[in-house]
Nanobody, 125 residues
Framework: QVQLVESGGGLVQAGGSLRLSCAAS????????MGWFRQAPGKEREFVAA????????DYADSIEGRFTISRDNAKNTVYLQMNSLKPEDTAVYYC??????????????????WGQGTQVTVSS
């Protein structure tokens, strides 16, 4: 069992930065791939970024365009999402997720086993 708690969301102006954190409980955190997803009002949950259990493999949505960086610290049971050059269209609730999965499944919502409660990110124009 893994429990996930996101933090770091907030209100920021366009062009600004935020760093999201996702703290995980459980001793098996380092066994899981971790993903970040987001969901805007009236839209489906969409993939943002993912990182493999060792941190060696990463994947990003095309829409991120190099603005975000995912990382993890297995000693701290935490995964991060550094978000730079934020745009109003990045406004959404951001969720972290854990899954015992490999690269081809990183982008699939249904492949993840555990989810956090989400943190709101609002980017004003």
């Amino acid at each position: 069992q893994v429990q996930l708690v996101e933090s770091g969301g907030g209100l920021v102006q366009a062009g600004g930065s935020l760093r999201l954190s996702c703290a995980a409980s459980g001793r098996t955190f380092s066994s899981y791939a971790m993903g970040w997803f987001r969901q805007a009002p009236g839209k489906e949950r969409e993939f943002v970024a993912a990182i493999g259990w060792s941190g060696g493999n990463t994947d990003y949505a095309d829409s991120i365009e190099g603005r975000f960086t995912i990382s993890r610290d297995n000693a701290k049971n935490t995964v991060y999402l550094q978000m730079n050059s934020l745009k109003p269209e990045d406004t959404a609730v951001y969720y972290c997720a854990a899954g015992w999965i490999t690269t081809p499944a990183y982008r699939q919502v249904r492949e993840y086993d555990y989810w956090g409660q989400g943190t709101q990110v609002t980017v004003s124009s």
